[in-house]
């Protein structure tokens, strides 16, 4: 266990020492600023037509669809091309290899640190979010969704998992960062779009679930049907897991 996490410090630091993830952070940042902006002057403008606090209070569902669809899976193919191709075009990876921790064990961390990563940056668009909830509604309606939002996020990160391990599972067939992303967007954005133009295959592919508390909050489904989906994405990061580790067990540089 030390030595995974001190695998795990060392690959977190390989991330957060990169100032493209702190850009896009701050990105982040000024994407739900000028969000809640643009909503609070729409409310405004319209001498109350539109109701501002409605609109605020809707924020952190709102801006959740679109960060968890695309600009943290972004992140992720980043990552994941930084801490497994990236390191083996440059030769790094035979220092992680000469040190005394398993293969095993250093896919695993590479793996934990990019979900940190993604945790964080679902972390601090759920705060910034429900600060302007609490800024622009009554506080007994903000204090009411909260918990809704919380577990939205939460159950949000279970997918991103997925999406991980598919991430560091393509990057071990290439060892070029620049053809592994490429690989790792063509590959999302079709299955993506293909569960949007098929929609009987939305149901079958991974990438259908992004929005994960949508099947958990409200409406729920009858539990053989959830247990289905639960397994379906199970599944999923077993093979994606199983197949990355294979290759990166035996991958020799």
Request: glycine fraction near 8%; charge should be positive.
């Amino acid at each position: 266990m030390t030595t995974f996490i001190a695998s795990l410090k060392n690959e977190l630091m390989k991330i957060f020492t990169r100032k493209k993830f702190l850009v896009l952070l701050i990105i982040e940042i000024l994407i739900c600023i000028l969000c809640g902006g643009v909503n609070y002057l729409i409310g405004k403008a319209s001498a109350g037509a539109v109701s501002t606090s409605l609109m605020l209070s809707n924020m952190p569902m709102n801006m959740l669809s679109f960060f968890i669809q695309i600009y943290i899976p972004l992140m992720i193919f980043m990552a994941s091309c930084d801490l497994f191709a990236l390191e083996v075009q440059d030769g790094t990876i035979r220092a992680s290899f000469m040190r005394p921790v398993s293969r095993f064990k250093l896919y695993a961390s590479k793996i934990t640190a990019i979900t940190i990563m993604s945790v964080l940056y679902l972390g601090v668009l759920f705060v910034l979010t429900t600060i302007m909830r609490w800024a622009g509604g009554s506080a007994s309606t903000a204090a009411m969704g909260l918990v809704g939002s919380f577990a939205a996020y939460f159950l949000d990160i279970f997918p991103l998992i997925i999406l991980i391990l598919f991430a560091a599972m393509l990057n071990q067939f290439s060892s070029s960062p620049s053809l592994s992303i490429i690989i790792c967007v063509i590959l999302y954005a079709g299955l993506y779009i293909m569960g949007i133009l098929v929609p009987q295959a939305s149901g079958l592919l991974f990438t259908g679930y992004a929005e994960w508390h949508k099947l958990w909050l409200g409406i729920t489904l009858p539990f053989v049907s959830m247990l289905s989906k639960i397994s379906l994405l199970v599944g999923y990061g077993l093979v994606f897991g199983c197949i990355g580790y294979y290759l990166f067990e035996r991958k020799e540089v």
